[in-house]
């Protein structure tokens, strides 16, 4: 039985009185009531019309009185209220039960039968109906398209990529017609070709800076702008940038970054994954980094070959203890350092080329 329109009122206002405790004192009822009905306020039946009402809200299950008629009760004046009320718990409706073991799955999706426990029923359901209504014949996507289109969330098939559907090649990106886009760099290619490979640099400034040197000195294939650990995500397009050839010296980077953990974190991370996908080596600068620590007066100190990690071998032993010293500052030692003015005197470029 629903509360009439009254009781549904007043039940409103106990419930924001009640600021979400399960259980209300008389004197609180009592407030709450002569706010709701301000009309009664002194006449004699008040207190009929209270009880009335609770006995109301209790058949209809909106709120439990107490079941002991002695300590549970205020029995005088008459009629008897309840010295609290409790509000009665609403329990959500159950969904129904998904018996995914006996689904009918597609093809593609048959595995999911056989998974001890299933985290994300809604969306297999999606993915099936994708590939059951002619998803195998869509053209090829970005991932974030894909991911959108069946569940509302660019990123969702990212995050799906280490659950349990996507472990051991069960659910992949090639089944769901999509394919990640490689990140794109900024670079700038020499004028005329050069001995040095290409540079990949962190920051933008020092970018701007190598660009404008390899204007006048032709020392590097290209300059790339790595743009911290952004790098990580376009290795395609850097392994595009080198043309197919069977001479190693061509198929390398070199790399200038910050003196800092996630500035020789980043290039030995990018070392291992041009190695592993398409055998390309990452090698240090050695040059700008032994600049770099002239530019800071950091010089080597056998105390701190203990230290040393593989992090540390990445780069020549005759600059290792000087990156030890560097990650040892209050400050990183950032690649700024050595700018265009820096540069330009280490080249010999005479007055004021154009920035």
């Known amino acids: 039985m629903a509360p009439s329109n009254g009781n549904e009122n007043f039940l409103a206002a106990l419930k924001s009185a009640s600021e979400g405790r399960a259980k209300l004192k008389l004197g609180v009822v009592q407030a709450e009531f002569l706010k709701v009905f301000p009309h009664l306020q002194g006449t004699a039946d008040r207190r009929n019309r209270l009880r009335t009402m609770l006995d109301e809200l209790a058949a209809a299950g909106a709120v439990r009185l107490p079941a002991d008629e002695h300590d549970g009760w205020e029995r005088a004046p008459t009629p008897s209220l309840p010295k609290w009320i409790i509000f009665a718990r609403i329990l959500p ?4 039960r998904f018996e995914y073991r006996s689904f009918p799955w597609v093809p593609e999706l048959a595995f999911v039968a056989s998974l001890r426990g299933l985290r994300h029923p809604d969306e297999l359901r999606r993915i099936h109906e994708f590939l059951k209504s ?9 991932v974030k398209e894909r991911s959108y289109e069946l569940f509302g969330d660019e990123k969702r098939l990212d995050s799906l990529q280490n659950s349990q559907l996507c472990l051991e090649g069960r659910l992949t990106f090639e089944i ?3 394919k990640q886009v490689p990140a794109s760099l900024s670079c700038v290619p020499a004028a005329r070709d050069a001995k040095e490979p290409w540079l ?3 920051n933008e400034s020092t970018f701007h800076s190598f660009c404008r040197l390899i204007r006048f000195i032709n020392r590097h294939k290209g300059i790339v702008l790595g743009s911290g650990i952004a790098v990580l995500r376009g290795t395609e ?3 595009g940038l080198l043309h197919p050839t069977s001479d190693e010296q061509a198929k390398q980077f070199l790399y200038f970054g910050d003196l800092d953990r996630d500035g020789i974190q980043i290039p ?19 040059q700008y980094y032994q600049w770099l620590l002239e530019a800071q007066n950091i010089k080597a100190s056998p105390l701190l070959a203990e230290r040393r990690n593989a992090l540390f071998a990445w780069f020549p032993p005759s600059i290792r203890d000087g990156i030890g010293i560097a990650l040892c ?13 820096f540069l330009a005197t280490k080249f010999g470029i005479a007055g004021h080329a154009s920035f």
């Open 176 to 178: 769901l017609r999509c």
């Open 237 to 239: 397009f850097l392994a």
């Open 200 to 202: 990949i640099l962190e």
């Open 268 to 286: 030995f991370q990018l070392n291992q994954r041009l190695r592993d996908q398409f055998g390309i080596q990452v090698r240090p600068a050695d």
């Open 93 to 96: 409706p159950q969904k129904e």
């Open 134 to 142: 002619g998803g195998r014949l869509r053209p090829i996507v970005p």
């Open 329 to 341: 500052q209050t400050r990183p030692i950032v690649q700024e350092a050595i700018g265009w003015e």
